[in-house]
């Protein structure tokens, strides 16, 4: 068993900054790919970012690539992703999710397959 719980949600103007954090519980988060995911009313679920228990393998996704950098701290069980040059399409509940199994990569192109998915903080970019 496992939980993981996002912060650091919130409003801001585009061009701005978000630091969100995901702080997991429960289990060896430490030794999971951790990662971010996105989904904005009315589409398709999208990956953001991923990390792997190292830390040395990451991948972005094509839309916040150079916008967006995920880290974590596995002392602490906590993964973040800094969110700088907001845009109003960065709109969206965002999900941290971890998995023993997979690795960044993987994460992103079969999300299905994530074990564990926090309840999701919302961000919101005004124009």
């Known amino acids: 068993q496992g939980e993981l719980l996002e912060s650091g949600g919130g409003l801001v103007q585009a061009g701005g900054s978000l630091r969100l954090s995901c702080a997991a519980s429960?289990?060896?988060?430490?030794?999971?790919?951790m990662g971010w995911f996105r989904q904005a009313p009315g589409k398709e679920r999208e990956f953001v970012a991923a990390?792997?228990?190292?830390?040395?393998?990451?991948d972005y996704g094509d839309s916040v690539k150079g916008r967006f950098t995920i880290s974590r701290d596995n002392a602490k069980n906590t993964v973040y992703l800094q969110m700088n040059s907001l845009k109003p399409e960065d709109t969206a509940v965002y999900y941290c999710?971890?998995?023993?199994?997979?690795?960044?990569?993987?994460?992103?192109?079969?999300?299905?397959?994530?074990?564990?998915w926090g309840q999701g903080t919302q961000v919101t970019v005004s124009s």
């Open positions: 999710a971890a998995d023993l199994y997979s690795t960044p990569q993987t994460m992103g192109v079969n999300p299905d397959g994530v074990e564990y």
């Open positions: 429960g289990r060896t988060f430490s030794r999971s790919s």
């Open positions: 990390i792997s228990r190292s830390g040395n393998l990451i």
